[in-house]
């Protein structure tokens, strides 16, 4: 189910008082772009407005969320691993990291060095070339960012050695952010399509146009989308948003709604092994 903003925090506010499998809090982010993090966005926002859904990381990894944002000359690649907000950070009443965390930590600590393999940096570049435009970007740079959304802030706030403990574990490229923390700022950050990388390309699930000015250089036959999105971009009565193709100057909603392949209205964004990794 979707909200209004004020409604939304609400409801997730609730949710995360409530002891839930992990799926359960990823089904309602995913639901919900807005609580999507926004760490390291650069000045360009994030990619086509599009944050895919457990993107793999070859054969071993996976993470629960990715998008790309660009400069004017690199990417961020924000990989995004969310845990549960009833998991604990420290160990009783101690300032020593739980086990779980710990663990959680170790897990960015795999991702970061998997990235390491110049093959395996550019298996990550196809994975996600369909969103590196417009094409003079394809093969910038890309710098790799881990989020990691874990526990309550009440664990900490309030305790000056715990909150510098937490302090100590950001670096350049990774942050800890409690499940509190996705509540803030609702109405300033813009609402997602949650995207699937499939074999032919990726999948968007949202069917409303939230950024016309993206499909100017998208390509749509790396893209599947529902009958009702195609229709809209199709029928959309806007001219202002263009492209060039082969030499000739189009509306760029029509061209991509009439290029782009559409899913099956049987696809779901549900997958049965997300229960797995919860048992």
């Known amino acids: 189910m979707k909200y209004p903003v004020e409604e939304l925090r609400e409801a ?31 000045n360009h926002s994030i990619s086509n407005k599009i944050v895919l859904r457990k993107p793999s990381l070859g054969a071993d990894y996976k993470s629960d ?82 989020v990691l959304v874990y526990g309550r802030r009440a664990e900490y706030i309030g305790n000056p050695q715990r909150v510098n403990k937490m302090a100590s574990l950001k670096t350049h490229d990774f942050t800890v952010m409690s499940f509190d923390s996705l509540a803030e700022s609702l109405d300033s950050k813009p609402e997602l399509s949650l995207g699937i990388r499939k074999n032919d390309g990726i999948e968007l699930y949202r069917d409303e146009v939230l950024d016309p000015f993206m499909y100017g250089s998208m390509e749509p036959t790396l893209f599947s989308i529902s009958e009702k999105l195609r229709d809209l971009m199709i029928n959309d ?6 492209r060039i193709v082969d030499g000739k100057d189009l509306n760029a909603l029509h061209y991509f709604g009439q290029n782009a392949r559409v899913r099956s209205e049987e696809s779901t964004v549900v997958e049965q092994a997300d229960d797995e990794e919860d048992a």
């Open 12 to 42: 997730y506010l609730k949710l995360i008082d409530e002891e839930h499998v992990e799926s359960v809090y990823q089904t309602f982010i995913e639901q919900n772009t807005r609580l999507v993090p926004r760490e390291f966005v650069q």
């Open 65 to 146: 969320f990715a998008f790309l944002s660009k400069s004017s000359s690199n990417w961020n690649a924000v990989h995004i691993e969310i845990e549960k907000p009833w998991m604990k950070y420290f160990k009783g009443s101690s300032q020593k990291l739980s086990t779980p965390f710990q663990n959680a930590i170790d897990q960015i600590n795999d991702w970061r060095a998997w990235f390491q393999s110049t093959a395996n940096a550019e298996a990550f570049r196809n994975i996600v070339r369909p969103l590196l435009n417009p094409e003079g970007m394809t093969n910038n740079p890309i710098n790799h960012k881990f």
């Open 237 to 242: 009565p806007r001219e202002n948003y263009r």
